[in-house]
Each structure stands twice: as structure tokens, then as C-alpha cells.
């Protein structure tokens, strides 16, 4: 069995070296969107972070027991995508009708989510390491939802972040040509080399 810190150092990894957003730059549509202000960007975060994680549960069950059974690996894009889409549907009707005041703060991001690219990433990303030649290598199951988990994780940083810079320059002096999504720009790109230091690290 695998040690536990093998699994911490997935999610070091995931949350600051190969963050989603500012390393792999998955999941910019959100990060731009919804980071204005803290709350919807908290609430994004902790939303991508359930589905990424009950993603890559069923995706990497999908492919061992249905996909690599039948030979069917080249659907692999296409089954993630219908899967990842069905959950989310289907998490978004079971919250509308067990948690009505938790659906109106997660609601429209879960909708949201269907386009994310950074869920889509997460699950091909778990097939690419921690299967080798279609079979899973040991540990392969809790790896891939620890890093599901760590993804999302690292979107949610990422999210809280920026959006506590955005508030705070809805108060600066921002030259008009600079405004909104000028200035969006400049401070992602500016996040990203910052999180860049991170690449050194050796875990």
C-alpha cells in the first residue's frame, strides 16, 4: 500500500505546481467570469471541487470495467464528456430538490461546470498517469481521486485569490483603458509567474 505521502505530495502538486488554472491553464472561462467578488468565486470553487472529485471516480471506473474491457478506449473522450455532463445534471436536480438555499448559491455555477474544461482535464489526466499500457497501476483508484480532489483544491485558491485582488482594485486607480478585463489579464498572468516559483520544488 501506498504511503501517505505519496498521496499528500499529489496534492502539493496539484494545488500549487501544476495548479489548473495557473499552470495548466484549464478552466480560464470560470476563473475570469466569476472571480469578481469573493462569494460566487468561493462558491464556484467548492462546487468544481465535488465534481472534479466524483469525476474522476466515475470516469476512471468507466474506463477499467466498461472501456478497456471492450476495447473501446479510443471513446474515451467522448464517454468522459457525457459522463461528466450526466453528473452534473444530475447533482444540480438532487441539490434543487434535497437543499433548495444550498442550489441557490451552487446552482448556476454547477450548470457551469458542463463546459468546465479543467473536470474534462482532470479525468484524462488520471487515465494518462495512472494507467500504463490499460492497466492501472497500484493505487491508481484512490490516486486519481485524490487528485481530483487537489485539483479542485487548487481551482478554489486560485478562485479566492484573484477574486480578493478584483475587489480590491474596484477601489484603485485604474486607467480607464486598463479596466475590467485588461486589468483581469495583467493579474493572472502576473499569478501565474508567481505560482511558476512553485515549479522547483521537488516532491
Known amino acids: 500500500m501506498d504511503s501517505i505521502s505519496a498521496y499528500i505530495s499529489i496534492i502539493i502538486s496539484t494545488v500549487f505546481i501544476n495548479n489548473f488554472i495557473l499552470s495548466r491553464f ?3 472561462c470560470p476563473f475570469i467570469g466569476v472571480s469578481k ?4 468565486a468561493v462558491s ?4 468544481v471541487t465535488f465534481v472534479t472529485t466524483m469525476a474522476s471516480i466515475l470516469t476512471w471506473t468507466i474506463y477499467e470495467f466498461v472501456l478497456i474491457p471492450f476495447g473501446l478506449e479510443y471513446l474515451r473522450t467522448l464517454t468522459f464528456i ?5 453528473f452534473v445534471q444530475f447533482a444540480e436536480i438532487v441539490i434543487q430538490k434535497k437543499s433548495p438555499a444550498l442550489y441557490r448559491v451552487l446552482g448556476i455555477y454547477l450548470a457551469l461546470i458542463t463546459t468546465n474544461c ?15 499500457h490499460g492497466k492501472p497501476l497500484a493505487g491508481s483508484f ?14 478554489t485558491l486560485a478562485m479566492l485569490l484573484m477574486s480578493g485582488i478584483r475587489e480590491r482594485l474596484e477601489f484603485a486607480e485604474v486607467p480607464r483603458c486598463m479596466k475590467d478585463a485588461p486589468i483581469t489579464f495583467i493579474v493572472a498572468s502576473l499569478m501565474s509567474l508567481a505560482f511558476l516559483g ?3 520544488f521537488k516532491i
Open 26 to 28: 484549464l478552466g480560464l
Open 37 to 40: 467578488s469573493t462569494g460566487p
Open 44 to 47: 464556484m470553487g467548492i462546487a
Open 82 to 86: 457525457l459522463v461528466i455532463a450526466s
Open 118 to 132: 479543467a473536470v474534462f482535464g482532470v479525468a484524462v489526466l488520471n487515465i494518462d498517469m495512472f494507467f500504463l
Open 142 to 155: 484512490l490516486k486519481s481521486v485524490v487528485q481530483g480532489f487537489g485539483a479542485g483544491a487548487g481551482f
Open 198 to 200: 512553485f515549479s522547483g
